[in-house]
C-alpha cells in the first residue's frame, strides 16, 4: 500500500476542479458583483436590495431593533401606563417634548420601530427566498463527481488492492449508502454526501425567525389586557367600562373585539402554612367562579388557580391577588345611615396582607350643624393583629385576629370635579381633620363588631365585619401559539446548523498500469473538523477488509523495494493542507 501526498502548488485547472467539487455546501447566496449602469434606477436598486438581503445587513437590523426596544422598557409608554407618561413630562420640561418628538413614548408603534421591523422582514424574505429555492436544487440533484486530483482535499487514503475496480465500487457504493450516504456512482469514483439536515437547521431557523416576527407585530397590535378586582359574591362582564384598568393594541377595537362573556366570584379560598421557616406561605390559592360565554351562555362553575386560568373565547382569566373589604355601617349626626354594611376593598402592602386605602361616604352625609359634606377616612388593616403594643403590621395573612385603624376626615373629596381620582387614596386638599381632646387627628383601633363615634356628635362608625376579594387579570394574546412554535424550531434548527456537519466522500478505483486496483479516498467538508477525517478512517478501514492489500509480487520491484521493511496492514488516512503538505 502506498499515501499519495504532494507539495506542489496546485495549477489553476486544479483549483477550479477542486472548487467544483466543494461547491454549493452550502446555501448562501452567491455574492457577484452587481452589473450597475451608471447612475442608473434599475442598478441603484439592485446594489440596494443585494445589500439588504446580505447577511451583514440582517445583523445589523437585528441589533438595531435590540437597541431601539431598551427605551420601551426604560421609559413610560403610552400603551402600557398612560398616568406614568403624563407624569413623566410635567417633571421633564426639558425631555419630555424631545421624547415626545423621537416618539419614545410608543417606542413600538413609532416610525423608525417600525421601519427597521420591516426592514429586517424583508431582509430575511430576500435572504430566505434563493437559499430555498437553491436548496431544493440540491436535494432533487447529485452529489458531484470526484476531483482529478484526490490527494489535494482535505482527508485523504490511498491503497493498493487485487480487487476488481468495479467491485472496489460496488462495495463502496454499498457501505456509503449503509451509512445513510446519499451516494451513486460517476465514471471511475463513487460520489457521497450526508449532512444535508445543517442546510434545512439553517433555513428553518430563518423561517421561524420570520414567524416569531410576524407573531410578535400580530400580537402587539391586537392584544388587549385588563384588571378588574372583585368581591366576593360580585360579578363581571367583559365591557370596557367593568375594567379597573385596561391597555391594548393599536388595531384592536375594544366597541367590537371583546369577548362577550361574564364571571363571578363565589368564594375565594386561601390556606397558609402556620409554623416553620414557611410560615405564611400560600398552601391553597384559588377561586371558585361560574362564568358563561355570550350574551346567553349556560351557567357554569370552575375554580381558578394561580398559573391555571380560566380559558373563554380566545382570552385568560387569571388569578393575580387577594386582599380583604372591611364591611362597615356609618350614620350622620342625626343616627341616619348613610353607609350600610358596604364592603370597601384594601390593597396588600405585604406578603402578610397588610393593607392600606380609603374609605369615603359621597353623599347623604349631614354633619351636626345639619350641613352637607363628605367624609374619608384612611384606613388601616391586619387581618392577624398582634395585639396592644405590637407594630401595626399583620403577623400572618389569614384572619385570625382582624384590626381595623381608622383615621377620620370631613369637608369636599373632590371627587366631584370631575378629574380622575384614585379610590385608594384620599385627597386631603379640600379635607379637614377630625380632633380628639388633645386637638389631634381622631383615629381608632376597631375589632369586629365595635364602634367609632365621630368628635361633636357629628356620626358612627362600626366594624361588622370582613369580605374577601380577588383580583384578575383578563388577557388575549393573539398569536401566542405561533410564537412559541417559532422559538422551539429556531432552537432546532439552530442547533442543527451548528452541530450537524455537511460533508462529502468520494471512492475512486481504477487499474494501475502495472494492472494493479488503486483504491483512493477523499473527504471534504464545509470548514476544518476532526469529524471528516475519522470518519473517512473508519469507512477507510471497512472498504479495505473488503478489498485488501494486492500480493506483494503483484507490486512493480521499486514498490516492493521501498515497502519491503515496512509494510502496513490497513489504509493510513491523513489530512493535507490547502498547499497539500501533509499535517
Known amino acids: 500500500m502506498s499515501n499519495t501526498t504532494t507539495g506542489k502548488t496546485p495549477t489553476t485547472d486544479e483549483d477550479q476542479d477542486l472548487g467544483a467539487a466543494g461547491s454549493q455546501l452550502s446555501t448562501a447566496p452567491k455574492e457577484e458583483a452587481p452589473n450597475l449602469p451608471s447612475l442608473g434606477v434599475i442598478g441603484w436598486a439592485r446594489w440596494f436590495w443585494r445589500q439588504l438581503t446580505s447577511m451583514r445587513v440582517a445583523l445589523l437590523l437585528l441589533l438595531l431593533l435590540s437597541l431601539g426596544a431598551i427605551p420601551g422598557s426604560l421609559i413610560p409608554q403610552d400603551g402600557v401606563d398612560a398616568v406614568k407618561v403624563e407624569d413623566f413630562r410635567q417633571k421633564h420640561d426639558v425631555l419630555g417634548p424631545l421624547y415626545d418628538k423621537l416618539g419614545l413614548f410608543h417606542v413600538y408603534s413609532s416610525v423608525w420601530f417600525s421601519a427597521i421591523y420591516i426592514l429586517l422582514f424583508a431582509s430575511l424574505i430576500g435572504c430566505i427566498v434563493p437559499r430555498t429555492w437553491q436548496f431544493v436544487g440540491q436535494l432533487r440533484g447529485r452529489p458531484p463527481g470526484a476531483p482529478r486530483r484526490l490527494n489535494r482535499l482535505p482527508a485523504y487514503t490511498t491503497w493498493r488492492t487485487g480487487a476488481e475496480p468495479e467491485q472496489v465500487r460496488e462495495d463502496a457504493l454499498a457501505l456509503l449508502k449503509k451509512r445513510r450516504f446519499r451516494a451513486h456512482t460517476v465514471g471511475d469514483a463513487v460520489a457521497a454526501e450526508k449532512g444535508y439536515v445543517r442546510e434545512a437547521g439553517n433555513l428553518a431557523f430563518h423561517v421561524a425567525l420570520i414567524v416569531m416576527l410576524i407573531a410578535f407585530a400580530w400580537g402587539q397590535l391586537f392584544k388587549y389586557e385588563g384588571n378588574k378586582l372583585i368581591l366576593e359574591g360580585d360579578g363581571f362582564s367583559n365591557t370596557l367600562t367593568q375594567y379597573d384598568d385596561f391597555k391594548s393594541g393599536n388595531l384592536f377595537d375594544p366597541d367590537h373585539d371583546l369577548a362577550p362573556f361574564s364571571f363571578g366570584l363565589k368564594d375565594f379560598h386561601g390556606t397558609y402554612e402556620a409554623t416553620g421557616p414557611n410560615r405564611g406561605t ?7 367562579v361560574n362564568y358563561s360565554e355570550g350574551a346567553y351562555g349556560e351557567d357554569r362553575t370552575t375554580t381558578i388557580k394561580v398559573n391555571e386560568p380560566l380559558e373563554i373565547d380566545g ?3 387569571y388569578l393575580v391577588s387577594h386582599g380583604y373589604a372591611p364591611i362597615l355601617t356609618i350614620k350622620d349626626a342625626k343616627g341616619d345611615v348613610v353607609m350600610d354594611r358596604e364592603a370597601t376593598a384594601l390593597l396588600p402592602l405585604d406578603s402578610n396582607v397588610t393593607s ?5 361616604v359621597r353623599d347623604g352625609y349631614r354633619n351636626a350643624k345639619g350641613d352637607k359634606e ?12 398582634g395585639g396592644q403594643g405590637s407594630t401595626m403590621l399583620s403577623t400572618f395573612p389569614a384572619l385570625t385576629n382582624p384590626m381595623l385603624a381608622l383615621s377620620a376626615y370631613h369637608g369636599d373629596l373632590g371627587v366631584d370635579a370631575g378629574f380622575a381620582k384614585s379610590i385608594y387614596q384620599l385627597d386631603k ?11 389631634k387627628l ?8 365595635e364602634t367609632m363615634t365621630l368628635p361633636d356628635g357629628a356620626g358612627t362608625v362600626t366594624f361588622n365585619g370582613v369580605q374577601e376579594w380577588a383580583g384578575f387579570q383578563v388577557t388575549q394574546q393573539p398569536a401566542s401559539g405561533w410564537a412559541l412554535g417559532g422559538a422551539v424550531v429556531a432552537i432546532l434548527g439552530l442547533a442543527g446548523s451548528l452541530f450537524i456537519q455537511r460533508r462529502r466522500v468520494w471512492v475512486r478505483a481504477v487499474e494501475g498500469a ?3 486496483t488503486v483504491v483512493e479516498m477523499a473527504g471534504l467538508g464545509r470548514s476544518e473538523s476532526a469529524k471528516v477525517p475519522e470518519e473517512l478512517g473508519d469507512l477507510a478501514g471497512i472498504l479495505y477488509e473488503r478489498a485488501p492489500d494486492a500480493p506483494e509480487d503483484a ?3 521499486s514498490d516492493a523495494a521501498e515497502n519491503d521493511d515496512d509494510t502496513p496492514d490497513s489504509p493510513d488516512t491523513h489530512v493535507v493542507s490547502a498547499e497539500g503538505a501533509e499535517k
Open 374 to 385: 363628605q367624609l374619608g377616612f384612611n384606613a388601616f388593616f391586619l387581618p392577624t393583629y
Open 315 to 317: 382570552s385568560k382569566v
Open 555 to 557: 507490486a512493480p520491484e
Open 442 to 449: 381622631f383615629k381608632k383601633q376597631l375589632k369586629v363588631g
Open 429 to 439: 386638599t379640600n379635607l379637614k381633620e377630625f380632633k380628639d381632646s388633645d386637638g
Open 356 to 360: 392600606s386605602g380609603a374609605v369615603m
Open 282 to 288: 400560600p398552601r391553597i390559592y384559588e377561586a371558585k
Open 514 to 516: 502495472d494492472g494493479v
